[in-house]
């Protein structure tokens, strides 16, 4: 039997990714920018729930007012370039600056962030660090969020991968940051935090009205909490549903409905200054928050608005390997027209 035709090429499905890299393609990207409907500077408002995404740069404070409209927001996630490097021969130099640049570029985002969170508001930075220079920019990152006084550190949070690029001189790097600061006393919702790992292992004991209780006989659910080391999340692979062909390093949607769910409240505004595959966006629509998002690349917005749009009309939270922007089609064998 054959394959059956992708309503989204035209082609037979090869389970292969329809578009490559869009950070790193010029000529895709000169192809697609006509199908965005953002330009810079612009917002698109959304008529069911109220969201956001606009075609806005985090390190402009005007752009950051312009988002949020007038609102604060109650709970920030923020996924800004890491400045490490990662890949091949063919990506050993990609966007990375040098670390004073970068630094200035990260004060700028992170005091505009800070400006317009609510009086208790949480605040997570995703970051990496070059084990290859100096683990830069992850510990000038932390030092740097010490000169705003009203924002205190809260926990320092790995999420593993489940590839790495391998290495026959070191150890594999298969780790994610995250950072969590907290400003005033904002929401955390200890009962939303519980991943999918069963609970095996007696221990831990604790009085409870009077009698000594160990945590299996305490628990509330039959699966560990969450901790600082989040080993139960897969990363986003092109195989997987959620997956945005062309969106690189997305995070899994998992990880941002648990930072939602944990740190913010039905009807709150939250925000991610650096849209992506627009996986905050998406979060937000599944748990009821309303979401204020950007990015400076209008493809990535648009990319955003029709990973929303795309949810709200099939009930999947991506692509798989199929093609966002069906404008374009793709014969046979991933080549492009």
Same mark, same amino acid.
Not at 79 to 108: C, I, Q, W
Not at 249 to 262: G, T
């Given at each position: ?74 709970? *920030? ?44 508001? *949480? ?139 944990? *740190? ?39 990319? *955003? ?33």
């Amino acid at each position: 039997m054959g394959k059956s035709p992708d309503p989204a090429t035209g082609t037979k499905n090869d389970s292969r990714e329809k578009l490559t890299r869009l950070d790193l393609d010029d000529g895709l990207k000169a192809k697609l920018l006509p199908y965005c409907r953002l330009k810079p500077g612009e917002v698109w408002q959304d008529k069911k729930n109220g969201h956001r995404v606009g075609v806005l740069d985090a390190a402009v404070e005007q752009d950051v007012l312009k988002l949020l409209d007038g609102s604060k927001s109650g709970l *920030s996630i923020n996924d800004p370039p890491y400045n490490v490097v990662v890949g091949n021969r063919n990506t050993h130099n990609l966007f990375k600056k040098g670390l004073e640049g970068y630094m200035a570029f990260s004060h700028k985002w992170a005091a505009n962030v800070v400006s317009v969170l609510d009086r208790d508001a *949480s605040f997570y930075i995703w970051l990496g660090a070059d084990q290859n220079d100096g683990f830069q920019p992850l510990p000038d990152f932390m030092i740097m969020m010490r000169q705003f006084g009203e924002m205190k550190a809260r926990s320092f949070i790995t999420m593993r991968n489940q590839r790495g690029y391998g290495t026959q001189k070191n150890w594999m790097a298969v780790r994610q940051e995250l950072l969590y600061y907290v400003k005033g006393n904002p929401t955390f919702d200890i009962n939303a935090v519980y991943t999918d790992i069963p609970k095996i292992l007696r221990g831990y004991y604790k009085k409870v009205n009077g009698r000594v209780m160990e945590n299996m006989e305490r628990s509330k659910s039959g699966c560990i909490r969450a901790g600082n080391v989040w080993v139960d999340i897969q990363q986003v692979f092109y195989r997987m549903e959620e997956n945005v062909p062309g969106a690189y390093a997305q995070k899994p949607l998992k990880a941002i409905n648990r930072i939602v769910e944990a *740190s913010s409240r039905e009807g709150d505004v939250v925000t991610d200054f650096f849209a992506h595959s627009g996986t905050t966006l998406i979060s937000c629509d599944m748990l009821g928050r309303t979401c204020y998002t950007c990015d400076s690349d209008p493809l990535f917005a648009e990319m *955003s608005i029709r990973r929303l749009e795309n949810y709200r009309k099939t009930g999947k939270t991506g692509w798989q390997w199929r093609n966002p922007f069906p404008e374009i089609l793709f014969p046979a064998h991933g080549k492009r027209d």
